[in-house]
């Protein structure tokens, strides 16, 4: 059983579902949602009104995101997590409410993303996440390794994007 909600009355938008997707057993996605391509649902993940799934990103067991969060490309979410903020592409969460723990290097082994595209976005979170900069100051000095890295500039895309703050 895999229940979607209907959008309410009131709302006139859409929810879209891409391609390649893995929604398995109780897992919820509600009004407006918008899943990109290849994602995992696993079992009883829930997804409140709005909410925005980036391509790759795996949503553990239990796992729930607050309304109108983001979740970022090749993100993981670990099992019985409680989201309320956005997370960037390649970070992994967890706990209630989700916090960060590193970037999703397992997951973008399994890819095929390089050592060195690996190396940038750690390097990348370590500025966002480790060096007590402010948000606008660690973008800032992503920018020379956001020019030569696409994972780093969405990385930098989706922090910048975020319209409830990111997972801290």
Known sequence: ML???EE????KGITKIGNRNLL????HV????EIEDDVVLTNQAALAGAVKVGT???LAGYAIVHQFCSVGAHSFCAMG???NKDIPAFVR??????????INTVGLRRIGYSKRAIEALRSAYRSIYRKNLTIEEALKELRPSAQKHKEVKLFSQTIRKSTRGIVR
């Open 3 to 5: 229940p979607f909600t």
């Open 8 to 11: 309410p009355p009131q709302e």
């Open 24 to 27: 398995l057993a109780y897992s």
């Open 30 to 33: 509600a009004h407006d949602c």
């Open 56 to 58: 790759g990103a795996i």
């Open 81 to 83: 997590s409680a989201v």
């Open 93 to 102: 969460v967890r706990g209630n409410p989700a916090k960060p723990y590193g």
